[in-house]
Nanobody
Framework: QVQLVESGGGLVQAGGSLRLSCAAS????????MGWYRQAPGKQRELVAT???????NYGDSVKGRFTISRDNAKNTVYLQMNSLKPEDTAVYYC?????????????WGQGTQVTVSS
């Protein structure tokens, strides 16, 4: 059982920056993929960014060039650096981890952290 806890959300002005953290209760070294998703009011949850076990990254089109995902296996933490924030980035941001094996997949989610960007 893996517990994920997000932190770092809050209120920020448009054009500003915010750094989110996702702390795992256990090791994330074996996670196939870790990522961030977000859900704005009235919208479906969407991909923000993912990072694989070999540090390959992927970003949603709306955040490319502005957000950076990284992982620190020693600290069991995944980060999301958000720069040049826009009001449309306002959402609840969720941390996700996927562990794989030969016989099963395990998918874990954090509780979410609110990010609000004002203009």
């Amino acid at each position: 059982q893996v517990q994920l806890v997000e932190s770092g959300g809050g209120l920020v002005q448009a054009g500003g920056s915010l750094r989110l953290s996702c702390a795992a209760s256990g090791s994330i070294f074996g996670a196939l993929v870790m990522g961030w998703y977000r859900q704005a009011p009235g919208k479906q949850r969407e991909l923000v960014a993912t990072v694989t076990s070999n540090s390959r990254t992927n970003y949603g089109d709306s955040v490319k060039g502005r957000f950076t995902i990284s992982r620190d296996n020693a600290k069991n933490t995944v980060y999301l650096q958000m720069n040049s924030l826009k009001p449309e980035d306002t959402a609840v941001y969720y941390c996700n981890a996927v562990f794989s094996s030969d016989i099963s997949l395990s998918n874990y989610w954090g509780q979410g952290t609110q990010v609000t960007v004002s203009s």
